[in-house]
Nanobody
């Protein structure tokens, strides 16, 4: 199972970016898909996550600016980031908490490769 992240880049403050993450492999289902971010010297923090049932969790720091959306057979997730601020600058990681494989085996805490988001002031 792989989580592949797309998007990121450099944008000016107030701008927009979209991150996408696609899970591939012999997947039966994924519980929650989401995005975390990390800056140098700090722990990785949750940005937003969404369950199969559509329940979302959003960090207070991005509420009203970031929207998470799950689609495409439920194994892909987008994070739309609007009104970006310099403090949003970080490496963003896609995360799946519980992945059920078609073989009936579960995998936990899977991470995609990080993608850099840089917001200039």
């Amino acid at each position: 199972v792989q989580l592949q992240a797309f998007g990121g880049g450099l944008v000016q403050a107030g701008g927009y970016l979209r991150l996408s993450c696609v899970a591939s492999g012999s997947i039966s289902s994924i519980n929650a898909l989401g995005w975390y971010r990390q800056t140098p010297g700090n722990e990785r923090e949750l940005v937003s996550a969404i369950t199969r049932g559509g329940l979302t969790k959003v960090a207070d720091s991005v509420k009203g600016r970031f929207t998470i959306h799950r689609h495409n057979g439920e194994n892909a997730v987008d994070l739309q980031m609007t009104n970006l601020k310099p403090e949003d600058t970080a490496v963003y990681y896609c995360h799946a908490d519980e992945v059920m494989l078609t073989a009936g085996i579960a995998r936990y805490d899977l991470w995609g490769q990080g993608t850099q988001v840089t917001v200039s002031s």
